[in-house]
């Protein structure tokens, strides 16, 4: 997978903040970087606010590693899914945590076998869906054709 893709996506879709403030999660929590949910995954000791470049992309790359962790704990069949879908994938997983998206058993069990419209559907069909709104969209445009949106 072309992590720097996946990290200009998530740029994109997350949205880049130096620091903290508070999501729109119920509760709220105090979230840096790109999305970096700081009271799961507290920040180095030592960092100080605001963040660098380089810091933002530190945490980021850590985050992504976790949830492709969590993908191949839990759904090893992702590698095998071509570049883009696999960027869908990982990119659902980094904003809803793995947890949540195992709840997409349908979904995922249509990505499994190839039923890429199937799945794309289910996606939109979802409140994952209503409540990220155009990057939901995006995502299952991608799912379903495998190109990428800008």
């Given at each position: 997978m072309n992590e720097q893709l996946l990290k200009l996506e998530l740029h994109r879709d997350e949205g880049v903040r130096?620091?903290?403030?508070?999501?729109?999660?119920k509760p709220p929590r105090r979230t840096v970087g790109c999305g970096r949910n700081m009271d799961a995954n507290p920040i180095p000791k030592g960092w100080t606010f605001p963040l660098?470049?380089?810091?933002?992309?530190?945490?980021?790359?850590?985050?992504?590693?976790?949830?492709?962790a969590s993908l191949d704990r839990f759904l090893p069949w992702w590698r095998n899914l071509d570049e883009v879908?696999?960027?869908?994938?990982?990119?659902?997983a980094f904003n809803m945590g793995i947890t949540t998206l195992l709840t997409f058993r349908n979904t995922l069990t249509d990505v499994?076998?190839?039923?890429?419209?199937?799945a794309a559907t289910g996606m939109r069909n979802s409140l994952w869906a209503r409540q990220v709104?155009?990057?939901?969209?995006?995502?299952?445009?991608?799912?379903?054709?495998?190109?990428?949106?800008?």
């Amino acid at each position: 997978m072309n992590e720097q893709l996946l990290k200009l996506e998530l740029h994109r879709d997350e949205g880049v903040r130096y620091s903290p403030y508070l999501d729109t999660a119920k509760p709220p929590r105090r979230t840096v970087g790109c999305g970096r949910n700081m009271d799961a995954n507290p920040i180095p000791k030592g960092w100080t606010f605001p963040l660098t470049d380089a810091q933002v992309d530190q945490l980021l790359t850590e985050d992504i590693q976790t949830a492709c962790a969590s993908l191949d704990r839990f759904l090893p069949w992702w590698r095998n899914l071509d570049e883009v879908r696999q960027r869908v994938i990982c990119n659902m997983a980094f904003n809803m945590g793995i947890t949540t998206l195992l709840t997409f058993r349908n979904t995922l069990t249509d990505v499994k076998m190839g039923f890429y419209t199937a799945a794309a559907t289910g996606m939109r069909n979802s409140l994952w869906a209503r409540q990220v709104g155009t990057r939901a969209q995006r995502l299952a445009d991608a799912m379903s054709t495998g190109v990428m949106p800008n």
